[in-house]
């Protein structure tokens, strides 16, 4: 399944399906693009970051592609399971500061 | 999993009242962040501190206010609780080095009434 980020806030997969959450982001100025994953009840917590200056990284399930062309940012979770339902926020450091700004969430929900 | 502690988790309290949510790591971070978060929505940050005796207000206004007197320690103050200050605080603290990997609490869920 894939969700269009800001716009559907919601995505709905079937386990063991490939999940697809996309980000845009303003600020070309940025130098890392980071995934947070909030469950239910918690805090966000990191899951995979990727500087500026690559297009795609991966981890453990996860990948994260990065697009500056058109300022798109990606994380695909691998045979989605039912431990991955939550709420998965982009950010992006920015400034001399270096502070996150926040995308909106995107909920997933995984159907056994 | 991340050792840093808020409490109270939920609060619900009356209009006009002072509260304070507490904020503590375990971890000797040097930088701590307050941020507010409405329900499904993305993090605003309203306060941090990259040290000891520093405090900074972030993006978003806040009436509330924050001290830092211990590195361990990053309680968050409301002299007057109204409604609109309802909403879920979450604490985090980072590494000096690595800012973009934030350990958060469980956050408070603050209601005013």
């Known amino acids: 399944g894939e969700s269009v980020g800001l716009h559907l806030p919601t995505l709905s997969v079937q386990e063991g399906d490939n999940s697809i959450i996309n980000c845009a982001y303003s600020n070309s100025a940025s130098d890392y693009f980071i995934w947070y994953k909030q469950e239910s009840g918690k805090g966000p917590q990191f899951i995979i970051d990727i500087r500026s200056n690559m297009d795609k990284r991966q981890g453990q399930r996860v990948t994260v592609l990065l697009n500056k062309t058109v300022k798109h940012l990606s994380l695909q979770i691998a045979a989605t399971q039912p431990g991955d339902s939550a709420v998965y926020f982009c950010?992006?450091?920015?400034?001399?500061?270096?502070?996150?700004?926040w995308g909106l969430g995107t909920s997933l929900a995984v159907n056994p | 999993e991340a050792d840093i502690y808020q409490t109270p988790r939920y609060l619900v309290i009356g209009t006009g009242k002072k509260i304070t949510l507490e904020c503590s790591q375990t971890m000797g971070h040097d930088k701590m962040y307050w941020y507010q978060q409405d329900p499904g929505m993305e993090l605003h940050l309203i306060h941090y501190?990259?040290?000891?005796?520093?405090?900074e207000k972030g993006d978003l206004s806040s009436e509330s206010t924050v001290s830092r007197i211990r590195t361990e320690h990053f309680p968050l103050t409301l002299e007057s609780a109204r409604p609109s200050h309802t909403s879920q605080y979450l604490c985090a603290s980072s590494e000096s080095t690595r800012q973009k990997i934030q350990y958060f609490g469980a956050g408070t869920r603050l209601s005013v009434l």
């Open positions: 501190s990259y040290g000891v005796n520093s405090t």
């Open positions: 950010a992006e450091r920015v400034g001399n500061n270096r502070k996150l700004i």
